[in-house]
């Protein structure tokens, strides 16, 4: 429930932020470089909050307060008055999540049996995509009804305190485990080779995966000379809303298989899904099923490779440091977030849309293709035992 609620207040500023920004005069770049440097604060929130959650016998109370701080958000956003302004109210959404999501999925992997490990972390980011579905429904009727982008913003506040709720009197924790008291940089050296491997497919992967903003970003670009911007930022939310019903649908779903099959192989898919939406842009698609394509393979792929990466993480990290692990996952993906979201932000704005995304999609099929040995270097050692 806590990630339903903070999901449908994220996702409806998402929604609203590229118009928002249009109407303040910022450009791609702009975009780009919000949603990168966000990124980037949570990584490091992340690392910092995984190893806080590693030392704290209550998990939670870290968890409720990254959850009361990310409420405050909308807020500043909504009341900005240039894009800079902007960029400070993303981050501090961002640093929050970033402090409150190991100690979460920390929690929820405490919670369930190592055989559910893909179901529980499926569910979990269902119920995130799930409010990402309703969220830019929300935003299609509420414009309809004449709310602007600014009040559409500041409204996203009252679900972001229902997620504090949710966490704080809903959420159980176990008494039983040990805090330990390792020190910061020394707590990420216990990792195996293994999940070191692993973060380093993600990581190169993750240097190409762009912001979802931009595919409405895209669908806006593409479709304003034909049909206005007012109709194509609607049509751009209405594919966005598309994107995450199958964001949601693949995460159970995915999670599912990941109990049954070879993680690394569903990652893999879910690598490839993402690269063709890409690939989607880079071709120069126009239509409408054209870009109904590309919103349902970007959200089939973030649906997949999300849930399936804590599951996998969940699988190769020990109880005591999962927390640790699971921010350092966080950061290997932020950093990548926060290079791939700003540079393709600026090729776009430089050299064109193809030059940006073809950047992105360079990377991702490396990443693909890392995450493809690494699966089928798995069987090899399954047989061999």
């Known amino acids: 429930m806590a990630s339903l609620f903070s999901d449908m207040s994220h996702e409806t500023v998402t929604a609203a932020l590229p118009a928002y920004l249009a109407s303040m005069g910022a450009a791609a770049g702009a975009l780009g470089t919000i949603e990168g440097f966000a990124d980037g604060f949570s990584s490091i929130a992340k690392l ?16 409720a307060g990254g959850y009361g701080f990310m409420a405050f958000s909308p807020v500043v956003i909504a ?21 409150r999501t190991p100690p979460r999925k920390a929690l929820l992997a405490d919670a369930v049996t190592p055989t559910t490990y893909g179901r529980a972390f499926g569910f979990e980011r269902a119920m995130d995509t799930t409010g990402a579905i309703i969220a830019p429904i929300a935003v ?22 229902l997620a504090v709720f949710a966490i704080t009197l809903l959420v159980r924790e176990r008494k039983d485990r040990t805090p330990i008291r390792t020190p910061f940089l020394q707590s990420f050296g ?31 670009t593409v479709l304003s000379p034909d049909i206005g911007p007012g109709r194509a930022a609607t049509l751009s939310v209405a594919g966005y809303t598309l994107h995450n019903v199958l964001y949601a649908s693949w995460s159970y779903l995915g999670g599912w298989m ?39 393979l970007g959200g089939t792929g973030v649906g997949l490779y999300e849930a399936v990466e804590d599951a996998v993480a ?6 005591g440091i999962r927390g640790s692990g699971f921010g350092a996952l966080a950061v290997v993906t932020g950093i990548g977030d926060l290079v791939s979201s700003v540079v ?11 030059v ?9 099929l490396a990443g693909a293709g890392f995450m493809l040995y690494l699966a089928g270097r798995r069987v090899d050692h399954g047989n061999h035992q």
Do not use: Q
């Not at 009341?79 to 402090?99: C, D, K, M, P, Y």
């Not at 600026?346 to 193809?354: H, S």
């Not at 940006?356 to 991702?364: D, I, N």
């Open 48 to 63: 910092y909050g995984g190893w806080l959650a590693d030392r704290l016998r209550r998990r939670k109370v870290l968890c």
């Open 79 to 99: 009341l900005a008055t240039n894009w800079f302004i902007v960029l400070g109210g993303r981050v501090l959404a961002w640093v929050s999540r970033g402090v």
């Open 140 to 161: 299609l009727l509420l414009l309809r009804v004449g709310l602007t982008h600014r009040g559409l913003i500041l409204l996203s506040t009252i679900p972001a305190v």
């Open 190 to 220: 216990g990792f195996n080779s293994r999940f070191k491997e692993f973060l380093g497919a993600v990581g190169l992967f993750g240097l190409g995966d762009f912001a979802d903003t931009f595919y409405i970003l895209y669908a806006v």
């Open 258 to 296: 990941a109990d049954r099959t070879n993680k690394r192989l569903l990652l893999v898919a879910g690598y490839m899904a993402a690269a063709l939406a890409a690939a989607c842009m880079v071709a120069g698609v126009r239509s409408y099923a054209g870009l109904a394509i590309m919103f349902a």
């Open 314 to 319: 969940a699988e190769l990290l020990p109880s």
């Open 344 to 354: 393709v932000g600026w090729l776009w704005t430089g050299f064109g849309i193809e």
């Open 356 to 364: 940006g995304v073809t950047y992105a999609l360079v990377l991702m």
